[in-house]
């Protein structure tokens, strides 16, 4: 038997060329015929603003969702616009919310003159620490927003009883979440909102932006669905101010030719993440790279798959994959409490310490559906040469960090843009 010090350098001459970071036009390719019919569909209609196609989506999402409510918008930041003003946040209110997340997250509160309270992550699943949370609540917190980051449901069963403790609701960032579940329930009926996006980098994206806003709580659908439209109702009788968001019909409706393939689309996700898991283990990186693992509780849809570089070289990692052709994003390079705009909130380095480290050590791979064995191998293979990692003579018999095979929730009837969210 080889030893391990004595095994081989992974060969490279078998390695591809390229691999994308996400590739769009796989997608569009195999559903482009129907996606353009859809969309000459409604441009005969003349129905481009919450026509048909919104009313058939929004009932076709709350069928695979199991929501008694779905209110489409025009993003994924107005639905959390939204749910913040259905809730009545509102100027000098506490909004706690972890900061490594899309900015989107914190601007919805600040839009409101409401403050965000950044809360850690927990350094292994990069999600919101329940227990820096419970330590952020005060008598001015007015409603806590953990997000489903990477399409893995935060701790539920630790949030919820903070939420009921203070007596404040919960809104959920699912934006990154679309059938991830937990002990069961999608998330987006988790808490007392969910907000959802369809920007085209999400597992269900649109051919542009677009979202959506889950809820259990029929004052709360009402309320949205006036919000979204000027609180108008009837029409040119405004109750409340509102905004404009409303779902375009052509967005709607390249939605509905989508939304059948997504559980199929979740679970390739998740025969990557385990592939991942395999290939990683099958090389030596002497502790140099962590991949993520799986959650017990619920399905983890895999919107990203952030591994963690340490010893200070992810940029120098990313460098040399970029050189390779291999795409690679970080996912957040700046936490939200060390941003300039939010300098004024007194935040200072140090404040969050697992949040800062993430920022400075993860790197997110390829894990689109259409995503090739061959195209892994590549990745892979790149970072062992990267790091100058051998294989192992012998492969572990099992997948690494728990990543199971797929598992689904339920059956139903390009290029990425340069912002990536």
Not at 197 to 223: C, E, I, M, Q
């Amino acid at each position: 038997m080889i030893r391990r010090s004595d095994a081989p350098p992974a060969p490279t001459s078998d390695l591809l060329p390229a691999v994308p970071l996400l590739a769009l036009d796989r997608q569009y390719a195999a559903l482009g015929g129907e996606i353009r019919a859809a969309i000459n569909r409604v441009c005969d209609s003349g129905k481009f603003v919450l026509g048909p196609d919104v009313t058939d989506l929004e009932a076709e999402l709350a069928r695979a969702l199991d929501a008694p409510h779905v209110i489409s918008c025009a993003s994924g930041s107005d639905a959390l616009l939204l749910a913040l003003m259905a809730l009545d946040v509102g100027a000098g209110d506490e909004v706690v919310l972890p900061s490594y997340t899309f900015f989107a997250t914190a601007s919805a509160v600040t839009r409101l003159g409401a403050v965000p309270i950044f809360a850690d992550i927990d350094p292994a699943t990069y999600l919101v620490d329940p227990v820096d949370v419970s330590r952020k609540i005060s008598r001015r917190t007015k409603a806590i927003v953990p997000v489903h980051l990477f399409g893995r449901t935060a701790d539920m069963d630790a949030l919820l009883p903070i939420a009921r403790r203070a007596a404040v609701p919960v809104v959920e960032d699912a934006a990154q979440s679309i059938l991830s579940t937990w002990h069961g329930r999608c998330s987006g009926m988790l808490g007392d909102v969910g907000c959802f996006s369809f920007y085209p980098t999400k597992n269900l994206g649109g051919a542009g932006d677009g979202g959506f806003l889950t809820t259990t709580r029929d004052d709360v659908a009402k309320s949205l669905r006036l919000l979204r439209v000027h609180g108008m109702e009837p029409r040119y009788y405004h109750q409340v101010i509102g905004i404009n968001s409303r779902l375009d019909s052509i967005q709607a409706a390249v939605l509905r030719v989508k939304l059948p393939h997504l559980d199929a689309w979740t679970s390739a996700r998740q025969a990557n993440a385990a592939r991942y898991a395999d290939t990683f283990a099958a090389y030596d990186f002497a502790g140099r790279v962590a991949v993520p693992g799986d959650e017990s509780r619920g399905r983890h849809v895999w919107n990203q798959f952030v591994i963690r570089v340490g010893e200070g070289r992810r940029d120098e990692l990313r460098a040399f994959l970029t050189k390779h052709g291999v795409g690679t994003e970080i996912y957040y390079p700046v936490p939200l409490h060390m941003q300039t705009c939010f300098a004024h909130l007194g935040w200072r380095k140090g404040d969050l310490p697992h949040t800062e480290q993430a920022a400075e050590e993860t790197l997110a791979l390829p894990i689109f559906p259409e995503l090739t064995a061959a195209e892994q191998h590549t990745v892979v293979a790149r970072i062992a040469e990267f790091f100058g990692a051998r294989r192992r003579a012998e492969a572990p018999a099992q997948t690494a960090q728990g990543i199971k095979a797929p598992h689904v929730v339920r059956r139903f009837v390009g290029k990425a843009d340069d912002v990536r969210c």
